[in-house]
Nanobody, 123 residues
Framework: QVQLVESGGGLVQAGGSLRLSCAAS????????MGWFRQAPGKEREFVAA????????YYADSVKGRFTISRDNAKNTVYLQMNSLKPEDTAAYYC????????????????WGQGTQVTVSS
């Protein structure tokens, strides 16, 4: 069992930045690929970014490519999502998720989820 706790959400103006963190409980955190997803009101949850267990390979949705950066610190059991040049359409609840070993951009293939953190971008 892996427990995930997100933090770092908040209210920011368009063009601003936020850094989300996701702390994992399990000592074998380094065995898990990690992903960030988001869900806006009335919309389905969508893939944002993911990285492999080693952090060597990263993947992004086209909508955030060049603005968001996913990274991990396995020594701290933490994954980050640095979000720059935020837009009002980035407003959503952001969730981190863990998947044993392999990367995926499908929410249905992740094993563990955090409770989410709200990001609101004002225009």
């Amino acid at each position: 069992q892996v427990q995930l706790v997100e933090s770092g959400g908040g209210l920011v103006q368009a063009g601003g930045s936020l850094r989300l963190s996701c702390a994992a409980s399990k000592r074998t955190f380094s065995h898990y690929a990690m992903g960030w997803f988001r869900q806006a009101p009335g919309k389905e949850r969508e893939f944002v970014a993911a990285l492999t267990w080693s952090g060597d390979n990263t993947y992004y949705a086209d909508s955030v490519k060049g603005r968001f950066t996913i990274s991990r610190d396995n020594a701290k059991n933490t994954v980050y999502l640095q979000m720059n040049s935020l837009k009002p359409e980035d407003t959503a609840a952001y969730y981190c998720a863990a998947r044993f070993l392999g990367y995926s951009d499908s929410q249905y293939e992740y094993d563990y989820w955090g409770q989410g953190t709200q990001v609101t971008v004002s225009s």
